[in-house]
């Protein structure tokens, strides 16, 4: 089609695309192609901005490696990722779901861990946790058999392949749950943490004034043939940004109760002092059991991030 006009582009482009023989692939492009015209017509998009837009993408992928994903950060820190969870679980969005948003530390091949055990390696401080998780599915039954992945932040906020200083695969676990659906580990209460502001995703919080920190939550990653593999987190009853969690991850069902016990004695006897306890239960959908492709594959070098706290605008 020759150009004749602005609205020629869209017809142009969509009728190209209506060659392509996969209807899926058709549907999402043509969707796609529509609101980003519409976009450009509604926003009246000036040159200047579009070609400032074309850097933001740009930086998005060179920024991305094996101990980093910028394109996962800011896909979180518009909502998009966790919209597309809730779409895509719970029903097809029309119920309430423990599924949850993959996030960017998922690495595969954690450490094999016998129920009970211990996913701190190496020496690291903070406050012991206790942790008992159960897997049902939809009618409330017991999953047995299902790999479960846990992973979390230290009690500085740091995952292990951001910390040159933590042990390969530092609280990280794989556990298989009983004939009840259930696991139970010990580690350390997570601390919240600031998301990274070197890339495009700090100019868009500074942009808008906003914070960004994330509650304190545990990971969790359900697999099991038969049913949808579910990406969770359970984030701290007690954490401050909770309401403001600034990739719009926090939903009711994933509120854990992060119980402190300070006169109390502990599951193991060598624990002095305080120490929590989380108990939580998860519900997965029968469906493909698949995994994505992880979004970082090792550990950073060099020494561990200086975090840079944003101070949101009331």
């Known amino acids: 089609m020759i150009i004749g006009s602005q609205q020629d582009v869209t017809r142009a482009v969509l009728a190209e695309i209506e060659r392509a023989p996969n209807p899926r692939f058709r549907e999402i492009m043509s969707a796609a192609v529509r609101h980003l015209h519409d976009f450009a017509r509604d926003a009246k998009l000036t040159e200047g ?3 400032q837009v074309c850097g933001y993408i740009a930086k998005l992928g060179q920024l991305s490696n094996a ?3 910028e394109v996962v950060l800011a896909s979180g820190s518009v909502g998009l990722s966790s919209l597309v969870c809730l779409l895509n679980n719970g029903d097809a969005g029309q119920t309430e779901t423990t599924a949850n948003l993959m996030g960017p530390f998922w690495r595969m091949d954690s450490p094999v861990t016998p129920n009970g055990g211990s996913i701190v390696r190496c020496e ?3 406050v012991p946790i206790f942790v008992n998780a159960w897997v049902r599915d939809t009618a409330g039954q017991p999953v047995a058999g299902a790999q479960v992945d846990v ?12 910390d040159p200083g ?6 990280r676990g794989k556990f298989t749950t009983d004939a009840d659906g259930h696991i139970s580990f010990r580690s350390i209460k997570p601390a919240g943490y600031p ?6 995703v700090g100019d868009l919080l500074r942009a808008q004034g906003r914070h960004n920190m994330r509650p304190a ?19 701290s009853s007690d954490d401050p ?3 403001t969690d600034v990739q719009f991850g926090v939903t009711k069902a994933l509120i854990g109760n992060y119980v402190l016990h300070e006169n109390e004695a502990a599951p193991d006897a060598d624990v002095k002092g305080a120490w929590y306890s989380l108990d939580h239960q998860f519900r997965i959908e029968a469906g493909e059991a698949k995994l994505p492709k992880p979004p970082i594959t090792g550990k950073a070098e060099g020494p561990r991030p200086v975090w840079t706290v944003l101070q949101r605008v009331e």
């Open 151 to 162: 992973w979390h932040t230290s009690a500085e906020g740091f995952y292990e392949n951001q």
């Open 195 to 200: 998301i990274p502001l070197s890339g495009p």
């Open 124 to 126: 690291s401080p903070g």
């Open 166 to 171: 933590q042990a390969e695969m530092n609280f």
């Open 67 to 69: 101990s980093h994903n």
């Open 217 to 235: 939550h545990i990971h969790f990653m359900i697999y099991k043939p038969g049913f949808k593999t579910q990406f969770s987190q359970v984030y």
């Open 49 to 51: 901005e579009f070609h």
């Open 241 to 243: 940004n909770l309401e």
